[in-house]
């Protein structure tokens, strides 16, 4: 049926899919067993993908679980390797079916109605910006599943608010806690044509990606109030985004992307100088913090962080583990549970 004068069917699609604004779906993958449990948190959302694209970092896709490849709304893509996080997902995104892309990382799910509030966010910042990109906080979990905390514990002031200040601003009243990785992103597929991810980078690829972004004229950023990622929080040194000797690139990323002296000087020692304590670095770390006090301008908050997690080693564990530990705090009513796979 075709409304009169439109010229376009109102009749439901019988996928569930709006044809006007579909969404592809964009999952990295180098092959953990937590891939399917991703895939099938984006198949079983109230608003159906177009399509889900699995890119496959290496050079060919056997090992992936079969009822991966059985899933009807999956294409399976391989790099053939070498490509890193954000090369794959700018391989993925070229082929997406419609006008929208989300990404998610192969070890994180997504809460049921993730896509459906998200599309809906888009829609109503359309009114005001060419280019939204929207985000959402996310549930921290640890690998049984449990809620460890919801990052971050505060959205955006202001659709003008300094991205970097948003992230990386450390408060002892309001802490950001970070946020906007990549699982969390939807955005129009126009963006990343306008704003490619930097393909040559592969550390902190979506921070990087969000920042630029946010500085392009038509781009308006939007974040959810509501958690609805599932973000699994790996122990220090074992995520493979965070390679031995990374604290070097997380320097050159601060130094180069984020321009508020706040700011980086913050994540200088709140994030480069524990990357450094939890590879058993401590004069790597020392190094870090006096750069990020000779070229930056870091707040009380984070010297605080900073100094308590370089005693950390001292009385066992590292520093990343100790951070981790003060941030064990409940998360929202009703938020503690285990790590569920949204049904189909």
């Keep these: 049926m075709t409304a009169p ?13 709006d044809r006007e604004l579909a969404v592809t779906v964009v999952i990295p993958t180098v092959g953990r067993d937590t891939l399917l449990a991703a895939v099938r948190s984006a198949a079983g959302q109230t608003r159906r993908p177009a399509k889900i694209v699995v890119v496959v970092d290496g050079s060919d896709g056997s090992g992936l679980p079969a009822a991966v490849r059985d899933e009807p709304l999956v294409d399976v893509m391989v790099t053939g390797g070498g490509a890193g996080p954000a090369g794959t997902r700018m391989r993925g995104a070229r082929q ?6 989300a990404f998610l990382d192969d070890d994180d799910e997504w809460l049921p109605d993730k896509l459906e509030r998200q599309v809906a966010a888009y829609r109503a910042a359309r009114r005001g910006a060419r280019l939204p990109l929207v985000s959402c906080p996310v549930l921290v979990v640890d690998g049984a599943g449990a809620v460890l905390d919801v990052a971050p514990r505060r959205t955006m002031r202001a659709p003008g608010e300094d991205v970097a200040e948003f992230l990386f601003r450390r408060s002892p009243r309001r802490d950001s806690g970070f946020g906007m990785g990549s699982s969390t992103l939807l955005c129009d597929r126009e963006l990343l044509r306008v704003v490619p991810w930097d393909e040559a980078r592969t550390l902190h690829e979506d921070w990087e990606w969000v920042i630029r972004a946010a500085r392009h004229p038509e781009v308006r950023v939007v974040m959810l109030p509501e958690p609805l990622v599932r973000y699994l929080s790996h122990p220090p040194g074992t995520s493979a985004s965070q390679p031995r000797g990374g604290w070097r690139r997380s320097q050159e990323f601060a130094e180069s992307t984020v321009r508020s002296p706040r700011a980086r000087g913050d994540f200088l020692l709140c994030v480069t100088a524990l990357m450094a304590l939890s590879e058993g670095s401590r004069g790597a770390a020392l190094g870090v913090a006096r750069r990020a006090a000779v070229h930056a301008r870091p707040g009380p908050a984070a010297w605080v962080l900073f100094v308590a997690h370089l005693a950390a ?3 066992g564990g590292t520093a990343l583990g100790r951070l981790r530990g003060t941030l064990r705090r409940p998360g929202p009513r009703g938020a503690r549970g285990h790590l569920g796979t949204p049904a189909r």
């Design 5 to 17: 004068g439109t010229g376009t069917s109102q009749t439901p699609d019988p996928a569930g899919v």
């Design 96 to 101: 997406a079916a419609g006008d929208l892309v």
């Design 313 to 315: 080693p001292r009385r």
